[in-house]
C-alpha cells in the first residue's frame, strides 16, 4: 500500500472513531434528558460480563438498553420470549 493510501486510511478510521464516539456521546445527552419508561438496575455481574466483550459491542449494548428505556421498540426485543418475564 502507497504512503497517501496508507495516511487516507488512517484518517478514515480516525473520523470514523470520532464520529462514533460523537453519536454516542450526543445520544447519552439526549436519553438523559427524556422521560424514561422504567428504569433498569444493572447488577454487578452484568458489569462484568460487559467489561469481558470488545468496548464496541458492549457500548452498542448500553445504547440499545438506554433507547429501550425512553422510546418502545419491539425490534430491540424482538428475540426475547416469554420465559425470562
Not at 433498569?40 to 458492549?58: A, C, D, Q, R, Y
Request: aromatic letters at 14%.
Amino acid at each position: 500500500m502507497s504512503n497517501i493510501a496508507s495516511k487516507k486510511l488512517h484518517y478514515f478510521r480516525y473520523i470514523s472513531f470520532f464520529l462514533t464516539k460523537l453519536m454516542y456521546i450526543c445520544s447519552e445527552i439526549i436519553f438523559d434528558r427524556m422521560e424514561k419508561l422504567f428504569e433498569i438496575i444493572i447488577l454487578e455481574e452484568v458489569l462484568e460480563f460487559l467489561k469481558g466483550l470488545h468496548k464496541k459491542h458492549s457500548e452498542k449494548i448500553l445504547y440499545n438498553i438506554r433507547k429501550s428505556q425512553v422510546e418502545p421498540d419491539s425490534e430491540l426485543f424482538k428475540k426475547l420470549n416469554n420465559e425470562i418475564w
